[in-house]
């Protein structure tokens, strides 16, 4: 789930550990899903997206799952590595002709050599 | 591909003066942009969408009259803070789209402007 307020949910893993990060989104409506990474002091970077006709995306290293039925989200990281520490949003386009995105609060993700 | 820039990347200025913040898509046309803010350990708020050629639309909540956006061309949308306060200081990005790319309802963020109002 997610926190409200100040406090970022927190995942930490070994490094070469598979890293899954969650995310629940409150749109039905919403037919596309991107996941983002930041670095500190940085803007966010694509990773991967997803559509709401698929249930899963892969690409390198990363996974996306999307369960329309629960609204659920969820981004997988293999063999995590110090580089992917970072916070990681998901944002829904809910398919508006203004294509205007809604990020999730974030997860930090912490990778321990 | 799909780069955007922005201008200046930190900024520090006096109450009350006036901060302009440009972002430019590099490589890509984009007729719409969109500009967000991030105050610490939170999410991205989206404050407006930039639209070339027209006013820029607000989100609820965002005073228009205080945060000026021009996009006057199909690279580069400009976001003027007016009459900054110390309550104003935070992380400032942009976005944009690249509509003739396979990806045209991705956004493409900025490195953000890291604004502080003394």
């Known amino acids: 789930g997610e926190s409200v307020g100040l406090h970022l949910p927190t995942l930490s893993v070994q490094e070469g550990d598979n890293s899954i990060i969650n995310c629940a989104y409150s749109n039905s409506a919403s037919d596309y899903f991107i996941w983002y990474k930041q670095e500190s002091g940085k803007g966010p970077q694509f990773i991967i997206d997803i559509r709401s006709n698929m249930d899963k995306r892969q690409g390198q290293r990363v996974t996306v799952l999307l369960n329309k039925t629960v609204k659920h989200l969820s981004l997988q990281i293999a063999a995590t590595q110090p580089g992917d520490s970072a916070v990681y949003f998901c944002?829904?386009?809910?398919?508006?002709?203004?294509?205007?995105?809604?990020f999730g609060k974030g997860t930090l993700l912490t990778v321990n050599p | 591909g799909a780069v955007v820039s922005q201008h200046p990347s930190r900024v520090i200025c006096k109450s009350g003066t006036s901060v302009k913040i440009e972002c430019r898509s590099l490589?890509?046309?984009?007729?719409?942009m969109f500009w967000y803010r991030q105050f610490p350990k939170q999410s991205l708020m989206l404050m407006a969408t930039?639209?070339?050629?027209?006013?820029?639309?607000?989100e609820q909540g965002v005073e228009k009259d205080k945060f000026l956006i021009n996009h006057a061309s199909l690279t580069l949308s400009t976001l003027t803070v007016t009459s900054a306060h110390p309550e104003d200081s935070s992380f400032y990005i942009c976005?944009?789209?690249?509509?003739?790319?396979?990806?045209?309802?991705?956004?493409?963020f900025g490195p953000g402007t890291r604004l502080t109002v003394l």
């Open positions: 976005s944009a789209r690249d509509e003739g790319g396979p990806k045209a309802d991705t956004q493409y």
């Open positions: 944002a829904e386009n809910d398919g508006g002709s203004n294509y205007k995105l809604t």
């Open positions: 930039s639209n070339e050629g027209s006013k820029a639309t607000y």
């Open positions: 490589d890509f046309q984009a007729t719409t």
